[in-house]
């Protein structure tokens, strides 16, 4: 297993525009974490899903925000009509959930740069 | 609720001298508690963690951290500083195992320098 991976790693996109980003979580993890990064700041979390099924959702997301992980596997991240503030490292991070503080593995991120 | 305070954005220590972080938390139900390190253009690794178990917790590379209740306070240590040991270091607070749901909240980051 080569751990969690994110795609893709890096993003420039136009304001307004739309973006979608890609999770693929460690095999048989059941629990799939978004955070967000902004520079200076520890990771904010998002939102998080056990199996496909969104248990959670920050108040930080906005209606621009979507997230699915259909089938309880990979999951993606879209955000509407980007805004400057968007920009940031976008993270995403697994577990398999059993017993307590169970560890998250975090993936690399993208990187969102919103111009 | 839960909430973490690191309370020092940035720590410089010449290599070989010991290295403390500071990490103190609030929760309302018995928390685990997490030290992560972020290198420049890597993913966020688990350093160690304590889940209620023994309160004196080491992990890698040398690190320990001691939860102390009384204090709310889970401070980071290693005797003797590396310069591999340059990175983020970010406090993370989980009370979600009580409730089935292990939402991870981050301390703000220290910033550790080694000097050679």
């Known amino acids: 297993d080569t751990g969690v991976s994110q795609d893709p790693r890096h993003k420039i996109t136009k304001r307004g525009q739309n973006v979608t980003f890609r999770c693929d979580p460690i095999s048989e993890h059941n629990r799939l974490y978004w955070y967000r990064q902004t520079l200076g700041q520890g990771p904010e979390f998002l939102t998080y899903?056990?199996?496909?099924?969104?248990?959670?959702k920050s108040r930080l997301l906005s209606d621009r925000f979507s997230a699915e992980r259909p089938k309880g596997s990979f999951s993606t991240l879209e955000i509407q009509r980007t805004e400057q503030g968007d920009s940031a490292m976008y993270l995403c991070?697994?577990?398999?959930?059993?017993?307590?503080?169970?560890?998250?593995?975090f993936g690399q991120g993208t990187r969102l740069t919103v111009v | 609720a839960q909430s973490v305070t690191q309370l020092d954005s940035h720590v410089s220590v010449s290599e070989g001298t010991p290295v403390l972080l500071r990490c103190n938390y609030s929760?309302?139900?018995?928390?685990?508690l997490f030290w992560y390190v972020q290198h420049p253009n890597k993913g966020l690794q688990l350093l160690l963690k304590y889940t209620s178990a023994a309160t004196l917790v080491k992990g890698i590379n040398g690190f320990e951290a001691e939860f102390k209740k009384s204090e709310t306070s889970f401070h980071l240590t290693k005797p003797s500083a590396h310069m591999s040991d340059a990175a983020e270091y970010f406090c993370?607070?989980?009370?979600?195992?009580?409730?089935?749901?292990?939402?991870?909240?981050f301390g703000t980051g220290t910033r550790l320098t080694i000097i050679p």
């Open positions: 899903f056990q199996n496909e099924a969104q248990l959670e």
């Open positions: 991070a697994s577990s398999n959930g059993e017993g307590l503080g169970s560890e998250a593995f």
């Open positions: 993370v607070v989980s009370s979600g195992a009580n409730f089935g749901n292990e939402k991870l909240t």
């Open positions: 929760s309302s139900y018995s928390p685990s």
